[in-house]
């Protein structure tokens, strides 16, 4: 299973108004990765916001998320967090985004939250979830991390259960035994990993990887879909070496008698910006009292974003 945050200790005052957490916290969402998060920031902004003199500083994610011309939703932010921490010189900023191809659909439009204590930013994180009336806000840490998910994979016959899931990790730990590109990757690259004897760092990672099954509705009466989420290990952190050992293990096929397992696109969760669950099965949408309902948006497209660019390239 995915680790759970830690314990919290930071509660928002009930006079704010708020979802609160159920028992045990808010669910975690150990599918988003810091390349994930800052995907769409142009690498000018990236460095305003990567200087050293900015201080504490936590990066917050908006459900239903789009960028805002007028900075009006990051002032509502800002004048919320305020009200819960004692904090004047707090600043919720937006940033200038991109898109790497004019097909992409569910681009990310983080916020950088900065003017914070250390202890602030902390309890920021770990709290993770601000769900007020108009808005819910998820704060991730300004620090590069990494998750375990690696990928979804699609085309077995398989049931959606721990039998289902036991096969396809078996087949995944099978090929990346096997493939010569992935041990030489795990050899060159392991500042995630324990320091251990050099043959052990690909069996440690294989040894760990496992599988869980998600079933999408089919529409108009057809057949559910199963496809099943792998969690494995990033032997690194540093997030263009991660970006590379994605792109390695995606690349990948995985055979197996059932069929043949391809990566599909990974999801992208419009709640919590999860990458291993569509909206519609949210955890957060199950939580009681939750609140917030996708908007109503423009139908035409032609108001998305800073979409000027095309195709931009992928960011190392
Ligand atoms: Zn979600």
């Given at each position: 299973?995915?680790?759970?945050?830690?314990?919290?200790?930071?509660?928002?005052?009930?006079?704010i108004?708020h979802?609160?957490?159920?028992?045990?916290?808010?669910?975690?969402?150990?599918?988003?990765?810091?390349?994930?998060?800052?995907?769409?920031?142009?690498?000018?902004?990236?460095?305003?916001?990567?200087?050293?003199?900015?201080?504490?500083?936590v990066i917050g994610l908006l459900s239903y998320d789009r960028?805002e011309?007028d900075a009006s939703k990051a002032m509502e932010v800002a004048s919320y967090l305020r009200s819960i921490f004692?904090c004047?010189?707090l600043v919720v900023g937006a940033?200038?985004?991109?898109?790497?191809?004019?097909?992409?659909?569910?681009?990310?439009f983080p916020l950088l939250i900065s003017g914070l204590?250390?202890?602030?930013?902390?309890?920021l994180?770990?709290?993770?979830c601000f769900a007020a009336p108009s808005f819910t806000l998820f704060c991730?840490?300004?620090?590069?991390?990494?998750?375990?998910?690696?990928?979804?994979?699609?085309?077995?016959?398989?049931?959606?259960?721990?039998?289902?899931?036991?096969?396809?990790?078996?087949?995944?730990?099978?090929?990346?035994?096997?493939?010569?590109?992935?041990?030489?990757?795990?050899?060159?690259?392991?500042?995630?990993?324990?320091?251990?004897?050099?043959?052990?760092?690909?069996?440690?990672?294989?040894?760990?990887?496992?599988?869980?099954?998600?079933?999408?509705?089919?529409?108009?009466?057809?057949?559910?879909?199963?496809?099943?989420?792998?969690?494995?290990?990033?032997?690194?952190?540093?997030?263009?070496?991660?970006?590379?050992?994605?792109?390695?293990?995606?690349?990948?096929?995985?055979?197996?008698?059932?069929?043949?397992?391809?990566?599909?696109?990974?999801?992208?969760?419009?709640?919590?910006?999860?990458?291993?669950?569509?909206?519609?099965?949210?955890?957060?949408?199950?939580?009681?009292?939750?609140?917030l309902?996708?908007?109503?948006?423009?139908?035409?497209?032609?108001?998305?974003?800073?979409?000027?660019?095309?195709?931009?390239?992928?960011?190392?």
């Open positions: 299973m995915p680790v759970f945050p830690p314990l919290r200790s930071f509660s928002i005052p009930s006079y108004p979802v609160p957490p159920p028992l045990g916290g808010f669910p975690p969402t150990p599918s988003v990765s810091t390349n994930d998060i800052l995907r769409h920031v142009t690498d000018e902004y990236l460095s305003i916001w990567g200087n050293s003199e900015v201080g504490p500083r960028p011309a004692d004047p010189h940033a200038e985004y991109k898109r790497y191809a004019p097909s992409e659909t569910r681009l990310v204590s250390a202890e602030q930013a902390k309890d994180v770990e709290y993770g991730s840490p300004w620090e590069p991390f990494v998750t375990d998910y690696a990928f979804t994979l699609q085309g077995y016959s398989l049931s959606a259960d721990e039998d289902g899931a036991f096969v396809v990790s078996t087949v995944v730990q099978k090929t990346l035994q096997e493939n010569l590109s992935i041990g030489r990757f795990v050899q060159a690259h392991h500042d995630n990993l324990p320091d251990l004897p050099p043959p052990s760092y690909l069996s440690l990672v294989v040894d760990n990887i496992y599988a869980e099954p998600i079933t999408l509705a089919a529409s108009g009466g057809g057949v559910d879909r199963i496809l099943f989420n792998v969690y494995i290990i990033s032997p690194t952190k540093i997030p263009a070496d991660h970006d590379a050992w994605l792109n390695l293990i995606r690349g990948l096929r995985y055979r197996h008698m059932t069929g043949c397992g391809t990566v599909a696109s990974p999801f992208s969760c419009a709640v919590c910006f999860a990458r291993d669950h569509p909206t519609g099965l949210c955890r957060y949408t199950d939580i009681a009292g939750w609140h309902k996708p908007p109503t948006r423009p139908a035409s497209n032609t108001t998305r974003g800073h979409g000027r660019g095309g195709f931009r390239g992928r960011r190392n």
